[in-house]
T-cell receptor, first 115, second 117 residues
């Protein structure tokens, strides 16, 4: 069965600190996609990244970086030098593209960046 | 990137009435659109998948007679909440896939906040 677990319900850090959001997934397929989305208070989902299961290279985009490890079924997200504008709910998600169109979302991690 | 719009962004309706939410792909044709529901401080849950010109496929536990989905064109899908009740109050988000291949990306709309009084 497909499942995405974000064990951290809520995290608070002081501005400029680094923070890592954990994501563990379960799937029976070898081909799948992993995602991270940001949802600010406005509610609109902001797409951050989509990663193919065959691409285990870590990715860096500005202050954001992602660590994909198939051995531990994890796809963790790190924000470096956090800023108040990073405060939001972050969702990790999974899609077994060959089998299904569904995107399965984790429960989300609410991130508070304190000034 | 591709843009998906939703209308209205917010709607308040009285219990027992019906409300229609539109989802449009503005700069691409979407053969498949998806409807999600998000209760306060919870995750997004897929309600149904709709393909242009055919009946929607509903997820287990979603009442198809209550949540009517129509995907009449390649750029428009509508969700009608019939006989709405306060427990239907939620944030409804649509997404649209920009191609017929399941590997194609889904693009999310900005969401519609429904409040039933």
């Amino acid at each position: 069965a497909q499942k995405v677990t974000q064990a951290q319900t809520e995290i608070s850090v002081v501005e400029k600190e680094d923070v890592t959001l954990d994501c563990v997934y379960e799937t029976r397929d070898t081909t799948y996609y992993l995602f991270w989305y940001k949802q600010p208070p406005s509610g609109e989902l902001v797409f951050l990244i989509r990663r193919n299961s065959f691409d285990e290279q870590n990715e860096i985009s500005g202050r954001y970086s992602w660590n994909f490890q198939k051995s531990t079924s994890s796809f963790n997200f790190t924000i470096t030098a956090s800023q108040v504008v990073d405060s939001a709910v972050y969702f990790c998600a999974l899609s077994d593209a060959p089998r299904d169109d569904k995107i399965i979302f984790g429960k989300g991690t609410r991130l508070h960046i304190l000034p | 990137g591709a843009v998906v719009s939703q209308h209205p962004s917010r709607v308040i309706c009285k219990s027992g009435t019906s409300v229609k939410i539109e989802c449009r792909s503005l700069d691409f044709q979407a053969t498949t659109m998806f409807w999600y529901r998000q209760f306060p401080k919870q995750s997004l849950m897929l309600m149904a998948t709709s393909n242009e010109g055919s009946k929607a496929t509903y997820e287990q536990g979603v009442e198809k007679d209550k949540f009517l989905i129509n995907h009449a064109s390649l750029t428009l899908s509508t969700l009608t909440v019939t006989s709405a009740h306060p427990e239907d109050s939620s944030f409804y988000i649509c997404s649209a896939r920009g191609g017929s291949n399941r590997f194609d990306e889904q693009y999310f709309g900005p969401g519609t906040r429904l409040t039933v009084t």
